[in-house]
């Protein structure tokens, strides 16, 4: 049974910059030939951005709490070897994500997802001191996390 899921896909923000590969295609393939070369151009403009909308989409990681477990993405760890989880959002958040940022840390963040959960290692064996996850529901982790 699945406490939390939450996938960390693309802003809509980052799906219209990634359009700009559309005039950028149009740009290059307009000289090669007069009439074809914009048809040319808006073709692969257009084949670019649908590769690139599913790159993003399909490596979008998933942070889901099941089991007594939390994944990230790929890395996995027992809920019972986490330690105190906080909640930051705006200049805290930028702070976590700059300053304040231990390089040992576990990251799992995406700059389109603002507010981040720092999440404490309580095992003293483990180099990593925190896991650092980008979420868009930061109170709902917290509380899927410490839960148990």
Request: hydrophobic letters at 50%.
């Given at each position: 049974?699945?406490?939390?899921?939450e996938r960390l896909?693309?802003?809509?923000w980052v799906f219209?910059?990634?359009?700009?590969?559309?005039?950028?295609?149009?740009?290059?393939?307009?000289?090669?030939?007069?009439?074809?070369?914009?048809?040319?151009?808006?073709?692969?403009?257009?084949?670019?951005?649908?590769?690139?909308?599913?790159?993003?989409?399909?490596?979008?990681?998933?942070?889901?709490?099941?089991?007594?477990?939390?994944?990230?993405?790929?890395?996995?760890?027992?809920?019972?070897l986490l330690g105190?989880?906080?909640?930051?959002?705006?200049?805290?958040?930028?702070?976590?994500?700059?300053?304040?940022?231990?390089?040992?840390?576990?990251?799992?963040?995406?700059?389109?997802?603002?507010?981040?959960?720092?999440?404490?290692?309580?095992?003293?064996?483990?180099?990593?001191?925190?896991?650092?996850?980008?979420?868009?529901?930061?109170?709902?982790?917290?509380?899927?996390?410490?839960?148990?």
């Amino acid at each position: 049974m699945s406490h939390y899921r939450e996938r960390l896909t693309p802003s809509l923000w980052v799906f219209v910059a990634t359009a700009l590969v559309i005039p950028a295609s149009i740009l290059v393939f307009a000289p090669v030939t007069a009439v074809p070369g914009l048809a040319v151009g808006t073709a692969v403009g257009l084949v670019l951005y649908a590769g690139v909308l599913a790159v993003l989409v399909a490596t979008a990681p998933v942070i889901e709490v099941s089991g007594g477990r939390l994944r990230v993405g790929r890395a996995s760890i027992a809920l019972d070897l986490l330690g105190g989880c906080t909640a930051y959002e705006g200049p805290e958040a930028f702070a976590e994500r700059g300053t304040r940022l231990d390089a040992r840390a576990f990251l799992c963040i995406r700059g389109w997802i603002k507010p981040v959960v720092k999440m404490r290692i309580a095992d003293p064996l483990d180099p990593t001191p925190y896991w650092l996850v980008s979420s868009r529901r930061p109170g709902d982790l917290i509380d899927a996390v410490t839960v148990r």
